[in-house]
């Protein structure tokens, strides 16, 4: 510690001299024309500035979202936000698998946080019909007593986003283009066609030799071009003002077919009426999104990485289609597999309006409306070289929400008492329907999709189709106090009620209370004039939860079950199909936060720091359950409980600033905890307890099916998403040349695989550290910006070297270079492949040069960048690469299993003018 | 005035309310109110009674008696000397199931026993709910109109509890659709066989006579020749069902066991040639072509007595074991997929003298061995299309991976003929699959009259006879050897070998395990999990 003072003291030196003033409230560093210090927060319905706001609010605007390189708008604050997760669809394409805001809390789907845009509540997908480049400012709730406001719908964290309007003073046109290549550089390293073939020789093996040499990982992939194109019309006077904006995207993927185009559109407008009394504001915007994906990206790599290297990489000449290895039956030729045809068309249509009545000078009526109309069409073709007599689907959804909402607000300040008071009541009426048809038994692969009477047969279980309408009624009260600026208190009282829910417990009621003390206002701090800013924060608030239940499982309902035959004719018959729980009720999260911001040698370093610990009670879950006293083994009900905790730190440095230079250092730090602590409780009077080890992610492929291949588990006592594994204690020699893997008998009496026997917890999936970090330096008109993200704590299992690893799987599928040189023959999944996680990632880097104008008349601004993305990564893992799914609990939670894609690099030029 | 506020205030809110509660209530348009499901005769029966039948076969795993994989089928298949699924290089391993199999190492924990438990008692608590209902319909209504409903309601539970009880033993005995914690308790196994004895005998005379196994209105139904083979089944292992301890080396006595049949007293052995021959009186005989029972169209089998109806275009039911049998190259050359899979044991081919002059007829029948062709009859060749596919039979071994025979080694299933028209790679098929015939009738009374020391040469030779085989004598050993032949892939080897008490033993490819000869492995487990949850279950002695 001793010889660190002389540094840390130069250090502080450093900073105190380049200190040269200027303003800024949040963590993030930034620049003080851009935000004054009371600017207005949107805190949920309430607005209000950031002294009288007692919960931990983080906005960030424009000008510190990165700016490159953006499919998808929360790509814009990817590492700026602490504890904000963000998993993205490995392709590149504008769908976000899910985002967390302080980890996992719920079991059910409801994890995603509440997106709202201009006041339109909607969720993740929401988030496509919104060009990145029409934001004005994201605004992100994390503190219970700042979500509850949004009661059910913002029990995973509310982020709020706000477009940019239109401004008074001249029109203007905007204009914001890019355009990009990317391409893979680096695949897994499988034995070559020469290779293959002279390992074959060496071991006396009899294989198919088509005597080529193909690397069949490199045969699927190609170019991606993209391009981006935005521009803005914007305008106004004092009475009205309005801006439109009009989006386009398109984005090739790096593996053949890859594509992606969207199209957004988006008008806003406001105008004041009847001398002032009434603020109107309209807004619509609109999407259409067009995507090409890869059906089945294990199948897809798998057989790129594993199909016989000495095929060619062309067609059978003879026959016109692909020759297929049928030994190999669990992979495909992957050349033949690109033909499958897998669309998905997603429209999204919203529009609002706002009337903002000014009764009194304090008291505010606002009544606010939305409709929201979404579709999703998917289309499917697989032709009969890849799939036995072919096969098509077609399925449209179909969504629609209906929102009203009337909020009287009242402010008031009286000397040194400043109040603000709100009281808000909200229906919700959402209407979801679809359907869906599958055809089989083509004879021809000519249309495709196109024609499902191309296909003979429409098996009964491939058409389905659904109808839901949910309904929610909530009502909200909410004060905010603050006393000579100095403490503020805030209490949210909110009810929600949903039709989801069982008759007896369809209201839920959500309190939340929280406290700040203004530290730099008070008389004692000034003394210490190098702390700008110092601020205490508490919390305590309830958040309930429906997120990702289903409609009716409170209702004895019968469905479909099947065809059974009467006489010579099919007849449907019906069953219940699940087990009713008529007492299904809210899920409950409480959650106490505590946190402090700091301020210090004019705003040059900035500290904030937040504790959160919430405990979720009630929890919706399909619990296991036993069958008997149940008939199906799933259970939708309110049992068991997790905890979450977590630590944020953010760190805001400025430790250079002149006229010419300035550079940035912005960190944010997250350290989570996650345990599941109960997953039994009561149901109709009678203590139930679901499973003590449920599987949630295994391994697939061939000999991979079934039998003991369960990787991470959801384990009571645990962390959610935890490795259970039997020890691997090294390779033995198999007596022939081989080696297996041995296994220790944890427990005496013999090796069992089996769940509860020789295995033991090996490491969690999810994350312990996240980290986020951005460098920015800026010199005369010249700027660079790095993006680091990072991971730590966390194991992968990489399923995908157990698989090529094993000598056994030639020479039906071909193995990674370095397997015959350990000669591996086992294909037990043990510790073996577990591996430490941990990794630091270089996002992007951009460098931009704002282009001297000299006295232009129509052009204001002009900037053009270069974006390099994915440019590295620091890590131990021997997979491809660590950023694999560590948030979402699926099947694919925490495991490398076969389906990674080549590593990509996107380079990107952009532009953009102001006139 | 105040008066006045106070009304109109109460009066907007109890609108608010009730505007409220409604607005809160949901309607399904999607599905129905089970009122309305159940409301008269005809949809009672359709969804409380014919709906139940979509349990019987499958298309998932698990689900279904037979047609699909780690069901009830495997755990009576591949745990016994008549097949096994033999790891072939990177295939079939399956983190070690199908050896764990074969070689009784299940574990309590084997996901696949656990599926099967659920999928059995799923089907039992849904028969209990469809009781209730019917019981429910029965206040307002005639009896003679619900008896039959009920009858066959309670013959069909009766069969799942048949199969639980075959292959977990002592376990729960659930009559409700709603049973409380402290009712999941075991009952001994005996108390279980006489529960579904009694049910199966009390609900005969409700049910129809008609065939099941043809078109009709009672296709795929349970009908009275359907209990009767149920019954003389029970009557057979009545041994192994009432022994409550199997793992103490002694079994009750068939012939002091006491039936109650038709107002006689009759012995296990009696009592199973008593229903044999109510099969045979009813008309029920052996096809003169064997193959006939199990071709593509085998509706009008004349020995087939519950099949479970099959139809690519109608109903969801599949077959996956000729799909996960055959190699890939020879289900292609069908225009099928396979997964080159299931096989013959050596215990098999020495019972059917394969390889010998005197191979039984049926071998050839029920396997594909060698050299084998397409449906033109030209040989199928492996990808390269010069080396011909050639099964080999004898190379069967748990695991075979690295061999020059890992893709061919083992005689693999034939039996059903092939659907050219069929679809799913070939699961979604024609043939009806067979699940009790009449030649299995015959066998079980030539065994019941040898055990009750009797001859049985009569009905066995006329088993063999029909194959065009030598006569043999009706010996216990004979018997064994008979079943394995006549009754390849269907489903009975299990219980087979655990009746004949050889199940334990050490048969190819496999030593008993250590303990295993005091009976215990003649039970599966009950799952770990559903232990974990009913703290009131104990697991069964040797687990």
Same mark, same amino acid.
């Given at each position: 510690?001793?010889?660190?003072?002389?540094?840390?003291?130069?250090?502080?030196?450093?900073?105190?001299?380049?200190?040269?003033?200027?303003?800024?409230?949040?963590?993030?560093?930034?620049?003080?024309?851009?935000?004054?210090?009371?600017?207005?927060?949107?805190?949920?319905?309430?607005?209000?500035?950031?002294?009288?706001?007692?919960?931990?609010?983080?906005?960030?605007?424009?000008?510190?979202?990165?700016?490159?390189?953006?499919?998808?708008? #929360?790509?814009?604050?990817?590492?700026?936000?602490?504890?904000?997760?963000?998993?993205?669809?490995?392709?590149?394409?504008?769908?976000?698998?899910?985002?967390?805001?302080?980890?996992?809390?719920?079991?059910?789907?409801?994890?995603?946080?509440?997106?709202?845009?201009?006041?339109?509540?909607?969720?993740?997908?929401?988030?496509?019909?919104?060009?990145?480049?029409?934001i004005?400012?994201?605004?992100?709730?994390?503190?219970?007593?700042?979500?509850a406001?949004?009661?059910?719908?913002?029990?995973?964290?509310?982020?709020?986003?706000?477009?940019?309007?239109?401004?008074?003073?001249?029109?203007?046109?905007?204009?914001?283009?890019?355009?990009?290549?990317?391409?893979?550089?680096?695949?897994?390293?499988?034995?070559?066609?020469?290779?293959?073939?002279?390992?074959?020789?060496?071991?006396?093996?009899?294989?198919?030799?088509?005597?080529?040499?193909?690397?069949?990982?490199?045969?699927?992939?190609?170019t991606?071009?993209?391009?981006?194109?935005?521009?803005?019309?914007?305008?106004?006077?004092?009475?009205?003002?309005?801006?439109?904006?009009?989006?386009?995207q398109?984005?090739?993927?790096?593996?053949?077919?890859?594509?992606?185009?969207?199209?957004?559109?988006?008008?806003?407008?406001?105008?004041?009426?009847?001398?002032?009394?009434?603020?109107?504001?309209?807004?619509?915007?609109?999407?259409?999104?067009?995507?090409?994906?890869?059906?089945?990206?294990?199948?897809?790599?798998?057989?790129?990485?594993?199909?016989?290297?000495?095929?060619?990489?062309?067609?059978?000449?003879?026959?016109?289609?692909?020759?297929?290895?049928?030994?190999?039956?669990?992979?495909?030729?992957?050349?033949?597999?690109?033909?499958?045809?897998?669309?998905?068309?997603?429209?999204?249509?919203?529009?609002?309006?706002?009337?903002?009545?000014?009764?009194?000078?304090?008291?505010?009526?606002?009544?606010?409306?939305?409709?929201?109309?979404?579709?999703?069409?998917?289309?499917?073709?697989?032709?009969?070289?890849?799939?036995?007599?072919?096969?098509?689907?077609?399925?449209?959804?179909?969504?629609?929400?209906?929102l009203?909402?009337?909020? #009287?607000?009242?402010?008031?300040?009286?000397?040194?008492?400043?109040?603000?008071?709100?009281?808000?009541?909200?229906?919700?009426?959402?209407?979801?329907?679809?359907?869906?048809?599958?055809?089989?038994?083509?004879?021809?692969?000519e249309?495709?999709?196109?024609s499902?009477?191309?296909?003979?047969?429409?098996?009964w279980?491939?058409?389905?189709?659904?109808?839901?309408?949910?309904?929610?009624?909530? %009502?909200?009260?909410?004060?905010?106090?603050?006393y000579?600026?100095?403490?503020?208190?805030?209490?949210?009282?909110?009810?929600?009620?949903?039709?989801?829910?069982?008759?007896?417990?369809?209201?839920?009621?959500?309190?939340?209370?929280?406290?700040?003390?203004?530290?730099?206002?008070?008389?004692?701090?000034?003394?210490?004039?190098?702390?700008?800013?110092?601020?205490?924060?508490?919390?305590?608030?309830?958040?309930?939860?429906?997120?990702?239940?289903?409609?009716?499982?409170?209702?004895?309902?019968?469905?479909?079950?099947?065809?059974?035959?009467?006489?010579?004719?099919?007849?449907?018959?019906?069953?219940?199909?699940?087990?009713?729980?008529?007492?299904?009720?809210?899920?409950?999260?409480?959650?106490?936060?505590?946190?402090?911001?700091?301020?210090?040698?004019?705003?040059?370093?900035?500290?904030?720091?937040?504790?959160?610990?919430?405990?979720?009670?009630?929890?919706?879950?399909?619990?296991?359950?036993?069958?008997?006293?149940?008939?199906?083994?799933?259970?939708?009900?309110?049992?068991?409980?997790?905890?979450?905790?977590?630590?944020?730190?953010?760190?805001?440095?400025?430790?250079?600033?002149?006229?010419?230079?300035?550079?940035?250092?912005?960190?944010?730090?997250?350290?989570?905890?996650?345990?599941?602590?109960?997953?039994?409780?009561?149901?109709?009077?009678?203590?139930?307890?679901a499973?003590?080890y449920?599987?949630l992610?295994?391994?697939?492929?061939?000999?991979?099916?079934?039998?003991?291949?369960?990787?991470?588990?959801?384990?009571?006592?645990?962390?959610?998403?935890?490795?259970?594994l039997?020890?691997?204690?090294?390779?033995?020699?198999?007596?022939?040349?081989?080696?297996?893997?041995?296994?220790?008998?944890?427990?005496?009496?013999?090796?069992? #695989?089996?769940?509860?026997?020789?295995?033991?917890v090996?490491?969690?999936?999810?994350?312990?550290?996240?980290?986020?970090?951005?460098?920015? %330096?800026?010199?005369?008109?010249?700027?660079?910006?790095?993006?680091?993200?990072?991971?730590?704590?966390?194991?992968?299992?990489?399923?995908?070297?157990?698989?090529?690893?094993?000598?056994?799987?030639?020479?039906?599928?071909?193995?990674?270079?370095?397997?015959?040189?350990?000669?591996?023959?086992?294909l037990?999944?043990?510790?073996?492949?577990?591996?430490?996680?941990?990794?630091?990632?270089?996002?992007?880097?951009t460098?931009?040069?704002?282009?001297?104008?000299?006295?232009?008349?129509?052009?204001?601004g002009?900037?053009?960048?270069?974006?390099?993305?994915? #440019?590295?990564?620091?890590?131990?893992?021997?997979?491809?690469?660590?950023?694999i799914?560590?948030?979402?609990?699926?099947?694919?939670?925490?495991?490398?299993?076969?389906?990674?894609?080549?590593?990509?690099?996107?380079?990107?030029?952009?532009?953009?003018?102001?006139? | 005035?105040?008066?006045?506020?106070?009304?109109?205030?109460?009066?907007f809110?109890?609108?608010?309310?009730?505007?409220?509660?409604?607005y809160?209530?949901?309607?399904?348009?999607? =599905?129905?109110?089970?009122?309305t499901?159940?409301?008269?005769?005809?949809?009672?029966?359709?969804?409380?009674?014919?709906?139940?039948?979509?349990?019987?076969?499958?298309?998932a795993?698990?689900?279904?008696?037979?047609?699909?994989? =780690?069901?009830?089928?495997?755990?009576?298949?591949?745990?016994?000397?008549?097949?096994?699924?033999?790891?072939?290089?990177?295939?079939?391993?399956?983190?070690?199931?199908?050896?764990?199999?074969?070689?009784?190492?299940?574990?309590?924990?084997?996901?696949?026993?656990?599926?099967?438990?659920?999928?059995?008692?799923?089907?039992?608590?849904?028969?209990?709910?469809?009781?209730?209902?019917?019981?429910?319909?029965?206040?307002?209504?005639?009896?003679?109109?619900?008896?039959?409903?009920?009858a066959?309601?309670?013959?069909?539970?009766?069969?799942?509890?048949?199969?639980?009880m075959?292959?977990?033993?002592?376990?729960?005995?659930?009559?409700?659709?709603?049973?409380?914690?402290?009712?999941?308790?075991?009952?001994?196994?005996?108390?279980?066989?006489?529960?579904?004895?009694?049910?199966?005998?009390?609900?005969?005379?409700?049910?129809?006579?008609?065939?099941?196994?043809?078109?009709?209105?009672?296709?795929? !139904?349970?009908?009275?020749p359907?209990?009767?083979?149920?019954?003389?089944?029970?009557?057979?292992?009545?041994?192994?069902?009432?022994?409550?301890?199997?793992?103490?080396?002694?079994?009750?006595?068939?012939?002091?066991?006491?039936?109650?049949?038709?107002?006689?007293?009759?012995?296990?052995?009696?009592?199973v040639?008593?229903?044999?021959?109510?099969?045979?009186?009813?008309?029920?005989?052996?096809?003169?072509?064997?193959?006939?029972?199990?071709?593509?169209?085998?509706?009008?089998?004349?020995?087939?007595?519950?099949?479970?109806?099959?139809?690519?275009?109608?109903?969801?039911?599949?077959?996956?074991?000729?799909f996960?049998?055959?190699?890939?190259?020879?289900?292609?050359?069908?225009?099928?997929?396979?997964?080159?899979?299931?096989?013959?044991?050596?215990?098999?081919?020495?019972?059917?003298?394969?390889?010998?002059?005197?191979?039984?007829?049926?071998?050839?029948?029920?396997?594909?061995?060698?050299?084998?062709?397409?449906l033109?009859?030209?040989?199928?060749?492996?990808?390269?299309?010069?080396?011909?596919?050639?099964?080999?039979?004898?190379?069967?071994?748990?695991?075979?991976?690295?061999?020059?025979?890992?893709?061919?080694?083992?005689?693999?299933?034939?039996?059903?003929?092939?659907?050219?028209?069929?679809?799913?790679?070939?699961k979604?098929?024609d043939?009806?699959?067979?699940?009790?015939?009449y030649?299995?009738?015959?066998l079980?009374?030539?065994?019941?009259?040898?055990?009750?020391?009797?001859?049985?040469?009569?009905?066995?030779?006329?088993? =063999?006879?029909?194959?065009?085989?030598?006569? !043999?004598?009706?010996?216990?050993?004979?018997?064994?050897?008979?079943?394995?032949?006549?009754?390849?892939?269907?489903?009975?080897? =299990?219980?087979?070998?655990?009746?004949?008490?050889?199940?334990?033993?050490?048969?190819?490819?496999?030593?008993?395990?250590?303990?295993?000869?005091?009976?215990y492995?003649?039970?599966?487990?009950?799952?770990?999990?559903?232990?974990?949850?009913?703290?009131?279950?104990?697991?069964?002695?040797?687990?």
């Amino acid at each position: 510690m001793n010889e660190m003072q002389p540094v840390f003291r130069a250090f502080c030196r450093m900073l105190f001299w380049g200190c040269l003033g200027g303003v800024s409230l949040q963590a993030q560093a930034q620049n003080e024309s851009e935000l004054p210090p009371d600017s207005i927060y949107t805190i949920g319905y309430a607005r209000g500035i950031l002294k009288n706001i007692s919960g931990s609010v983080e906005q960030i605007t424009e000008k510190q979202m990165n700016r490159e390189l953006i499919t998808n708008p #929360l790509e814009a604050i990817q590492g700026r936000v602490s504890g904000l997760t963000i998993l993205k669809s490995n392709n590149g394409m504008a769908a976000l698998e899910s985002v967390r805001l302080r980890g996992t809390t719920s079991l059910t789907s409801g994890n995603d946080p509440l997106i709202i845009v201009d006041g339109v509540l909607g969720d993740l997908t929401m988030l496509a019909s919104v060009y990145p480049t029409d934001i004005e400012s994201f605004t992100i709730l994390k503190d219970a007593s700042e979500t509850a406001q949004y009661g059910s719908r913002g029990a995973s964290g509310v982020i709020n986003i706000v477009t940019k309007k239109g401004r008074a003073g001249k029109t203007r046109v905007n204009y914001n283009g890019s355009f990009g290549v990317s391409y893979a550089y680096r695949r897994l390293n499988m034995l070559s066609g020469t290779e293959y073939r002279r390992l074959a020789a060496e071991r006396g093996w009899s294989i198919l030799d088509k005597g080529y040499d193909t690397d069949f990982q490199k045969t699927i992939e190609q170019t991606g071009l993209q391009q981006n194109h935005n521009i803005a019309f914007y305008g106004g006077g004092d009475a009205s003002n309005y801006r439109v904006s009009l989006g386009f995207q398109n984005r090739e993927g790096v593996i053949q077919h890859e594509g992606m185009k969207l199209f957004t559109a988006n008008m806003n407008m406001s105008q004041k009426m009847l001398d002032g009394l009434i603020d109107c504001e309209l807004g619509l915007f609109g999407s259409m999104k067009r995507d090409r994906t890869l059906f089945d990206l294990q199948k897809t790599f798998y057989s790129a990485a594993a199909f016989n290297p000495t095929f060619p990489d062309f067609p059978n000449p003879a026959t016109g289609g692909w020759n297929q290895i049928t030994t190999a039956s669990q992979i495909t030729n992957p050349l033949a597999w690109m033909d499958v045809d897998n669309r998905e068309e997603t429209s999204y249509f919203s529009a609002h309006a706002r009337l903002t009545f000014h009764l009194l000078k304090d008291l505010k009526l606002v009544l606010f409306g939305s409709y929201t109309y979404s579709t999703m069409e998917n289309a499917q073709f697989l032709p009969t070289t890849v799939w036995g007599n072919g096969q098509a689907y077609r399925g449209s959804r179909k969504g629609e929400a209906m929102l009203g909402n009337a909020m #009287l607000t009242y402010q008031k300040r009286l000397g040194t008492h400043f109040l603000d008071v709100l009281a808000l009541g909200e229906v919700e009426k959402d209407r979801f329907q679809g359907f869906y048809t599958t055809t089989t038994g083509f004879s021809s692969n000519e249309l495709g999709y196109h024609s499902l009477q191309a296909g003979a047969l429409r098996p009964w279980e491939g058409t389905g189709s659904y109808y839901e309408e949910p309904h929610l009624v909530s %009502f909200l009260g909410r004060v905010n106090y603050t006393y000579n600026d100095r403490y503020v208190l805030t209490a949210n009282l909110r009810t929600d009620a949903s039709s989801k829910f069982g008759r007896k417990h369809k209201w839920g009621v959500f309190p939340s209370v929280s406290a700040a003390w203004n530290v730099t206002q008070e008389r004692f701090m000034r003394c210490f004039r190098w702390i700008d800013n110092l601020k205490l924060r508490a919390g305590y608030g309830l958040a309930g939860n429906q997120g990702g239940i289903d409609s009716y499982t409170t209702m004895a309902l019968v469905r479909p079950n099947g065809v059974a035959p009467v006489g010579n004719s099919p007849v449907v018959t019906y069953e219940s199909l699940k087990n009713l729980n008529p007492n299904l009720k809210w899920e409950v999260k409480s959650t106490f936060n505590a946190g402090v911001d700091m301020a210090f040698y004019g705003n040059r370093i900035l500290l904030s720091v937040n504790y959160y610990r919430s405990k979720t009670r009630d929890m919706l879950y399909q619990y296991d359950v036993s069958v008997p006293p149940f008939a199906y083994n799933k259970l939708l009900a309110n049992l068991g409980s997790m905890r979450n905790s977590g630590t944020e730190l953010s760190i805001g440095l400025t430790p250079l600033r002149t006229k010419d230079m300035e550079l940035n250092i912005n960190a944010n730090v997250t350290f989570q905890r996650n345990k599941l602590l109960s997953l039994s409780g009561m149901y109709e009077g009678e203590h139930i307890s679901a499973a003590q080890y449920t599987a949630l992610a295994g391994l697939n492929g061939a000999g991979l099916h079934g039998g003991y291949n369960n990787i991470v588990y959801q384990i009571v006592g645990q962390p959610l998403g935890v490795f259970y594994l039997p020890h691997c204690e090294g390779l033995v020699s198999d007596g022939n040349g081989g080696y297996t893997y041995q296994i220790a008998d944890l427990n005496g009496g013999g090796v069992n #695989l089996e769940d509860g026997e020789d295995r033991y917890v090996a490491g969690q999936a999810t994350p312990k550290t996240l980290l986020g970090s951005n460098i920015s %330096f800026r010199y005369k008109r010249f700027d660079v910006s790095l993006q680091i993200n990072g991971a730590f704590g966390h194991k992968i299992y990489n399923g995908t070297a157990l698989t090529y690893m094993n000598m056994n799987s030639l020479p039906d599928y071909n193995v990674l270079s370095e397997a015959p040189a350990q000669n591996i023959r086992d294909l037990t999944a043990t510790d073996y492949w577990l591996e430490n996680g941990d990794y630091v990632n270089f996002d992007y880097l951009t460098v931009g040069w704002n282009i001297p104008l000299r006295k232009q008349r129509f052009l204001h601004g002009a900037r053009l960048a270069l974006t390099v993305n994915n #440019l590295g990564t620091i890590s131990g893992y021997s997979g491809l690469t660590p950023l694999i799914n560590s948030t979402l609990v699926d099947g694919t939670f925490g495991v490398d299993d076969k389906r990674t894609y080549p590593l990509s690099r996107t380079y990107i030029v952009s532009l953009s003018l102001n006139f | 005035m105040k008066v006045i506020y106070r009304f109109v205030f109460m009066a907007f809110c109890l609108v608010l309310g009730a505007s409220c509660s409604a607005y809160l209530e949901e309607e399904p348009k999607d =599905r129905m109110d089970e009122g309305t499901a159940y409301a008269t005769l005809s949809d009672l029966q359709r969804n409380g009674v014919l709906s139940l039948y979509n349990y019987v076969g499958g298309y998932a795993d698990s689900q279904g008696l037979q047609g699909t994989g =780690r069901g009830v089928y495997d755990l009576n298949t591949f745990t016994t000397d008549e097949a096994m699924m033999p790891t072939r290089g990177g295939d079939w391993y399956d983190g070690g199931f199908w050896q764990g199999l074969y070689l009784h190492r299940w574990g309590v924990n084997n996901e696949a026993i656990y599926a099967t438990w659920e999928y059995l008692y799923r089907t039992v608590i849904l028969c209990n709910s469809s009781l209730e209902r019917i019981q429910a319909f029965s206040v307002a209504h005639p009896t003679e109109e619900v008896a039959p409903l009920q009858a066959e309601v309670r013959a069909l539970r009766a069969m799942f509890y048949y199969y639980i009880m075959d292959l977990f033993g002592e376990v729960p005995l659930i009559e409700n659709s709603n049973p409380k914690p402290e009712e999941i308790v075991q009952e001994k196994r005996s108390k279980i066989f006489s529960f579904i004895v009694k049910e199966l005998t009390e609900s005969a005379p409700f049910l129809s006579e008609e065939r099941s196994n043809q078109p009709g209105l009672y296709y795929g !139904r349970m009908t009275r020749p359907v209990v009767w083979f149920l019954l003389a089944k029970l009557a057979l292992n009545a041994e192994v069902y009432a022994d409550d301890d199997w793992t103490d080396g002694i079994r009750p006595d068939g012939k002091s066991l006491v039936f109650e049949v038709d107002g006689r007293s009759l012995n296990s052995w009696q009592a199973v040639c008593h229903y044999c021959d109510k099969i045979t009186a009813a008309g029920y005989k052996l096809e003169e072509d064997y193959t006939a029972n199990f071709a593509v169209f085998n509706e009008s089998s004349k020995e087939n007595i519950f099949v479970i109806p099959m139809s690519k275009t109608l109903y969801t039911n599949q077959f996956i074991y000729l799909f996960r049998s055959r190699h890939y190259n020879h289900a292609k050359a069908y225009g099928l997929g396979g997964e080159n899979g299931a096989s013959a044991t050596q215990e098999v081919l020495e019972t059917f003298g394969y390889g010998t002059p005197q191979v039984d007829a049926r071998f050839d029948v029920c396997y594909f061995a060698g050299p084998v062709k397409d449906l033109a009859g030209r040989p199928i060749m492996l990808d390269d299309e010069v080396i011909p596919l050639v099964y080999e039979p004898w190379k069967v071994a748990l695991d075979v991976s690295g061999q020059p025979w890992e893709k061919t080694a083992g005689a693999r299933m034939k039996k059903y003929e092939v659907d050219p028209t069929a679809l799913k790679d070939g699961k979604l098929l024609d043939n009806d699959i067979v699940l009790f015939r009449y030649a299995d009738v015959l066998l079980m009374q030539s065994e019941a009259k040898v055990r009750n020391g009797e001859n049985g040469d009569a009905e066995l030779n006329q088993v =063999r006879r029909r194959v065009g085989m030598e006569e !043999r004598t009706a010996t216990l050993d004979n018997l064994l050897k008979e079943r394995m032949m006549e009754l390849a892939w269907e489903g009975w080897r =299990r219980q087979d070998m655990i009746r004949f008490g050889v199940f334990t033993q050490a048969y190819s490819c496999r030593t008993p395990l250590a303990g295993e000869e005091n009976g215990y492995t003649t039970v599966f487990p009950i799952p770990e999990k559903v232990v974990d949850m009913n703290p009131q279950l104990r697991q069964h002695k040797g687990y």
